[in-house]
């Protein structure tokens, strides 16, 4: 069976040919190896590296994604299929963690093919939104590339030397430190114990935590808001 994203984050079942060896992105784990997959690629980037033998190579890097999710990957070398917005089948790579985010390797012993432009695949568009997750799948997983969470502020303190806010975000089935990038600090004052989020990012290991490092964040209306403090607050009071 493979598990694949709606338009509303449910997930919805469909099955799959009984010797498919194709695995999803969602949920791919640092150490993960002989991964198949096919997916649609979002954006790639081409970088001149130098080794530590001292030559000169070529390597991408960009984004890639199927029903379920968004991941990273990094091709040791420059390959034509690896093209924006092309439907690829790749084969034979493995998981790393990078930044604190896995990331898919495909190296000299892996292959790519481009797919009949005309398959039942999701489109460029579709497949650049975030998907909404629950804490407790994110963190099962060990983190997530461009996800969609929605909770309430449990813990606001202050920590180091900078008196850097660290803001706990709870959405009742687990727990991630919330952190938002640096175009996002004015808004930070605004967040106090109990409000309710709805934050865009990256769910990334660092050390034994999870932290959402946050590229939006929206708070719900004022009229909202001290409602659903109330309700917060005879929960956790």
Known sequence: MQREYKKHGFFNFVPLP?????????????GGSEINCVCR??????????????EEKVVLDGIIADYTAKIPFVSSEEREELVKDKVVQIENAYVKRWK???????????SVSEIDKNIDFPGWTELTKP?????EEIIGCEGAFDVIVEGDIVSVSLSGEENRREMA???GTGAVFLRLKEKGKEKEESILFGTPVKA??????VESNYVLIAEKVKMKGEGIIIEEMKNFLCRYT
Not at 23 to 29: F, H, I, N, P, S
Not at 41 to 54: A, N, Y
Not at 131 to 135: D, E, L, P, R, V
Not at 200 to 205: E, F, H, L, T
């Open 131 to 135: 998907k909404k997750g629950t804490i």
């Open 18 to 30: 009984s010797d498919s060896r194709n695995r999803e992105l969602w949920c791919l784990k640092h």
């Open 41 to 54: 690629v979002l954006e790639v980037s081409r970088k001149e590296i130098r080794t530590k033998e001292g």
């Open 100 to 110: 604190g985010l896995a990331t898919l390797y495909i190296g000299k012993n892996a």
């Open 169 to 171: 975000l709870d959405d």
């Open 200 to 205: 865009r990012g990256n769910v990334v290991a």
